[in-house]
Structure formats: structure tokens, C-alpha cells
């Protein structure tokens, strides 16, 4: 997967400080099923790939934060399933991540077919901030001061 710079995800993002990211990836034969098209749980698998990656570019690599005791498990995912992806097609992938409320991040994901930008997939997960014991935490400050220094790198 590789990406592909930011753009509009085409549906509303909820809250303020939306960060968009968008990469793009192709259908391996592993993700298809018998009736030629990708398997319904890969898309949540994909929408996993797309919010890591929006992370790691807004300078929060997810593999930074387990260690400093911030976890983010999923509290709630909807897909909504709009068309096909068969094996070899290119797709591209828009995440946008927004904060709502005090300890929960929303991933807005967009999949579509790269050539056409035909629908494939659409929807998000909610991410609520936790310790590694799973109580609810506010997001810490080192990762506010990142994820503020990251915006107003990509403003100036």
C-alpha cells in the first residue's frame, strides 16, 4: 500500500482537526472469494491499513503508542459495501480521522476503484483511547503537541 497524498473523502468527517490521507493498494487473490470479488471482512482489514498509515504520516506511527501505554481498540465499525473489487484491481483508499469528544478518535474510510473511482467500499470505526488495562483515557499530551505540530507543518 502507498501513498498517494490528500484528498477530499467525499462524506462527512466528524468533528473538528480532520486529517485526510489516501493510499492506494491492489486486491490479492487471498482477499477474493468464490464468487470473484473481495471477501466482506477485508474491508475492515483495509480500513485497518488506511488509518495506520493516515497515523504514521501524521507523525503517530501506531507502534510508537503501545509502548507509551496508549492503546486505541475499536468501540464501533460500520462498512457500507457499494461494488466490486476483483483480484488485480487498483484501489484507493481515503481516510480521514477526526477527534469526537474527549477520549475517542472517528476513521472515515472511502474505497475506490483507482481508474474509475467507482465505489467499492465506504465507512468508519470509532477508536476510543485507552491504557493497556482498557480504561478510558484522555489522549495524552505528547500526542496532542504531535498531532497540532503535524497540522501546522501541512498548513504552512
Known amino acids: 500500500m502507498t501513498a498517494a497524498g490528500s484528498t477530499n473523502a467525499g462524506g462527512p468527517a466528524a468533528g473538528p482537526a480532520v486529517f485526510e490521507h489516501v493510499i492506494?493498494?491492489?486486491?490479492?487473490?487471498?482477499?477474493?472469494?468464490?464468487?470473484?470479488t473481495f471477501y466482506n471482512s477485508r474491508a475492515?482489514?483495509?480500513?485497518?491499513?488506511?488509518?495506520?498509515?493516515?497515523?504514521?504520516?501524521?507523525?503517530?506511527?501506531?507502534?510508537?503508542?503501545?509502548?507509551?501505554?496508549?492503546?486505541?481498540?475499536?468501540?464501533?465499525?460500520?462498512?457500507?459495501?457499494?461494488?466490486?473489487?476483483?483480484?488485480?484491481?487498483?484501489?484507493?483508499?481515503?481516510t480521514s480521522i477526526a477527534?469526537?469528544?474527549?477520549?475517542?478518535?472517528?476513521?472515515?474510510?472511502?474505497?475506490?476503484?483507482a481508474d474509475s473511482g467507482k465505489n467499492v467500499a465506504a465507512g468508519y470505526t470509532v477508536h476510543a483511547f485507552t491504557d493497556r488495562n482498557g480504561r478510558v483515557i484522555r489522549p495524552p499530551a505528547w500526542f496532542i503537541e504531535g498531532w497540532k505540530k503535524a497540522k501546522n507543518a501541512k498548513q504552512s
Open 24 to 36: 492506494t493498494f491492489r486486491v490479492r487473490y487471498s482477499e477474493t472469494d468464490q464468487m470473484g
Open 44 to 94: 475492515l482489514e483495509w480500513f485497518e491499513c488506511g488509518r495506520t498509515e493516515a497515523l504514521r504520516a501524521r507523525g503517530l506511527p501506531y507502534a510508537e503508542l503501545e509502548p507509551r501505554d496508549v492503546f486505541l481498540p475499536v468501540v464501533e465499525a460500520h462498512v457500507r459495501y457499494l461494488g466490486r473489487a476483483q483480484y488485480d484491481d487498483l484501489l484507493q483508499m481515503t
Open 99 to 113: 477527534f469526537i469528544g474527549r477520549a475517542r478518535v472517528r476513521c472515515d474510510e472511502r474505497i475506490v476503484q
